[in-house]
């Protein structure tokens, strides 16, 4: 018993980038995504500029001053590591390569409950890049967990996973995989 019509004022217009088929996001940011190893273990680390910047989880190397990182060609290289946060779990290592590629860094306030994730790792002595999906189950901070701000995922992390990258819909880094069990005290 009414009318359905729309504004006469002009609507207004939204950008967004479009979503990348799975295999495709995978097949992209795969070359970026690198296994750390150390006198300590190996993990996994993401390329984020073209000069060889590595981010990975400080837990991942350790007090090693040097990691060497292979990519998926089994190509080898050295690195240094230049930062070390262990409260916050953040290291940064530079390689003596130029011309990586790298990945793009996301939005924290892009992130939502509910959305597409897919977490890429090289766990224990299995596959490398070993790919995991899932959606965000939870986001915020807790100080239970640590410093930062947290993203719970279904995504299976396994050991060997941690310091690899969480990507969006889009291929974007949201987040950076670790495994973390909280205990009430």
């Known amino acids: 018993t009414g009318t359905l019509g729309t504004p006469s004022a002009a609507p207004s217009t ?16 795969s070359s970026a995504v ?5 006198s300590e273990g190996f993990g996994t680390g993401f390329l984020i ?18 990691v060497t990182a292979t990519n998926l060609r089994q190509q080898h290289f ?3 590591v230049v930062y070390r946060d262990s409260q916050l779990d953040l290291a940064l290592v530079k390689l003596d ?4 590629p790298s990945l793009s860094l996301g939005r924290l306030g892009s992130i939502k409950v509910g959305q597409s ?8 002595f299995g596959f490398q890049n070993t790919v995991t999906r899932g ?15 947290w993203i719970q995922t279904d995504a299976a992390i396994n050991p ?3 310091g690899g990258p969480l990507l969006d819909s889009h291929g974007d880094v949201v987040g950076m995989n670790t495994v973390k069990i909280v205990k009430e005290g």
């Not at 939204?14 to 940011?29: G, H, M, T, W």
């Not at 897919?118 to 766990?123: L, R, S």
């Open 14 to 29: 939204k950008f967004v980038s479009a979503e990348v088929l799975l295999e495709d996001l995978i097949e992209q940011s």
């Open 34 to 38: 690198l296994k750390l190893s150390t």
């Open 49 to 66: 500029t073209s000069t060889g910047v590595v981010v990975t989880n400080a837990h991942v190397v350790g007090s090693n001053a040097e």
């Open 78 to 80: 050295n690195g240094k």
């Open 97 to 100: 390569v130029e011309g990586t």
């Open 117 to 124: 994730v897919i977490a890429i790792g090289n766990p224990g």
């Open 135 to 149: 959606i965000i189950s939870a986001v915020g901070s807790d100080p239970q967990i640590g410093p930062g701000i």
């Open 160 to 162: 060997g996973n941690s």
